[in-house]
């Protein structure tokens, strides 16, 4: 009878709380050595496109040339104006009270030619007083070299379809750790190499808008591989001892559960993870491709007629200046999946999907953002953080992006709290129960921002912007408030352990 009456309680308090349901949440503290942060990129928020003689770049010269790739019809060339208001943009994260923030570099306003024949002084000003300030607040950067925003004499020398573009990528990491590194401790080469291949190369939803779903993608990844390999060995010879820092790359993935426990759809599982996350994650800790999809592409190349694989080959030489190459695995998740085994697809015409098999779905009880591919399934979080120090065993893991959306940018986004909360919950479960070496969590993101081919109309941030207004004014959402205070009591609940 008592228990009846507690379980009904309990079912009206989750119903009605206004505090979100507690449940669920880890009552335990975060660690005194866990950073919170937030986590930006260039392009995304600061504006000034081409002032203070900064450059173009193919995010720039994309949307100029064709205002249709975005679903409003606008561009990043004021963004959240945060080339001009990054005072203000400390000034929140010091009040937010976080230990770390992460932004990008944009390579066109620092080498507005591409090439480091050309340093651009005020862009690179614009940075060292960021990053001083930042400092000088105590929060510790995480500096991303590249978040997707090729120059765009690159792009029309073949962007990522072409090997040399790693090594214009070096020259320029090289200029950035020269100019910036006596400060930086954590430099991410790469934001989603994943993301800018398949989108940008692959379906042509995003910059430079091409659909070579079938071989242009594996060919932008293996060049991008590349070209990270390359920064992290500049840093290691020319730069670590000195500067002492720690350099990785960004890869995002999502949890996966089957359909059901068929044996097929493991294995579909087994394939998402590693066309997902293997492509890149295998070459830089464990040594090339995932044998699955060198095998897997390889055969339907021969069954299409080619001569060789789809799939780019590194000489053994790649495959072990590759290996190796992350002191830190930079981690973006933000949703699950369920994957069903399909029969396989035909190879022809040969894509990306069909080489990977199988159906992915959003289970219908998990909560549903504004946007198709993210709904919340926070339990994945752990066991994706489980999975990749399992498979990968990285020294150390930093969450680098979360986050979750809404069209309405409403302040009171209890939707967003109760996502953080899921997923802050998973990951100091994987940290303090599973031994997980997880040190950070940069959320996504600081602003509601220009959400690439969503333009304005995704809101993803924990602090609104009013993108009518030329002030570009931030207010808290309700989501500021609770992370402020999750950071001040170290705690998900109202009461810690
Ligand atoms: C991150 O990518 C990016 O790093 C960041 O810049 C971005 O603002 C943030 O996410 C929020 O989107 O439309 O179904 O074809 C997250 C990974 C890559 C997942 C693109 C969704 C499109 C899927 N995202 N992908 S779909």
Redesign the pocket.
């Known amino acids: 009878m008592l228990r009846g009456i507690f379980s009904i309680l309990t079912v009206l308090l989750a119903a009605f709380c206004p505090c979100s349901f507690q449940a669920d949440i880890a009552d335990k503290y975060f660690p005194q050595s866990f950073r919170f942060g937030a986590s930006t990129?260039a392009y995304?928020i600061e504006g000034a496109w081409n002032e203070d003689g900064k450059g173009e770049n193919m995010w720039d010269h994309w949307l100029h040339e064709n205002a249709g790739h975005t679903d409003d019809g606008l561009n990043g060339d004021v963004a959240c104006d945060s080339y001009h208001k990054w005072q203000e943009d400390v000034q929140h994260l010091k009040e937010l009270g976080v230990q770390t923030y992460r932004f990008s570099l944009s390579w066109s306003r620092i080498l507005p030619t591409g090439y480091p024949d050309t340093i651009n002084q005020l862009g690179v000003d614009y940075y060292l007083t960021l990053i001083k300030t930042l400092k000088e607040n105590g929060i510790e950067p995480i500096v991303t070299i590249y978040?997707w925003d090729l120059p765009e004499v690159f792009n029309e020398q073949g962007g990522w379809l072409v090997p040399e573009v790693s090594d214009h990528y070096e020259s320029y990491a090289r200029v950035c750790f020269q100019l910036f590194g006596e400060q930086v401790k954590y430099w991410v080469t790469v934001?989603?190499p994943k993301?800018t291949c398949m989108?940008g190369y692959g379906?042509g939803?995003q910059a430079p808008g091409l659909t070579l779903i079938g071989d242009g993608v594996y060919t932008c990844a293996h060049n991008i591989l590349l070209a990270h390999a390359k920064a992290w060995h500049v840093y290691d010879t020319e730069f670590r001892s000195q500067q002492g820092g720690k350099v990785g790359i960004v890869l995002?993935h999502t949890w996966s559960e089957p359909a059901s426990n068929s044996q097929q759809d493991a294995e579909a599982v087994e394939r998402e993870n590693e066309f997902g996350l293997g492509w890149y994650a295998n070459p830089v800790y464990l040594g090339n491709y995932p044998q699955v999809m060198i095998d897997r592409i390889g055969n339907r190349s021969v069954q299409e007629g080619l001569s060789q694989s789809r799939l780019p080959q590194f000489t053994d030489t790649q495959v072990e200046f590759i290996k190796g190459t992350s002191d830190f695995f930079g981690l973006?998740m933000?949703t699950g999946y369920m994957v069903q085994y399909t029969d396989d697809y035909q190879a022809n015409p040969p894509t990306y999907w069909g080489d990977k098999g199988g159906n992915t779905y959003s289970d219908p009880s998990w909560p549903k953002s504004s946007?198709?591919?993210l709904t919340s399934y926070p339990e994945g979080l752990r066991k994706l953080l489980n999975y990749v120090n399992d498979k990968y065993k990285p020294p150390e893991i930093i969450v680098t992006?979360n986050?979750w959306t809404d069209v309405t940018g409403t302040l009171d986004d209890d939707d967003r709290v109760s996502y953080y909360q899921g997923y802050l919950s998973n990951l100091l479960l994987a940290l303090v129960e599973d031994g997980v070496n997880v040190t950070g969590y940069t959320l996504?993101?600081l602003l509601d921002n220009f959400?690439?081919g969503s333009g304005y109309t995704q809101k993803?941030g924990i602090i609104h912007v009013d993108f009518n207004s030329p002030n570009r004014t931030r207010t808290w959402k309700k989501s500021a408030k609770w992370y402020q205070n999750v950071i001040a009591t170290r705690c998900l609940v109202d009461q810690c352990q």
């Open positions: 990129a995304q978040h934001n989603e993301s989108w379906t939803i995002d973006n933000y946007l198709d591919w992006e986050g996504w993101s959400e690439w993803f």
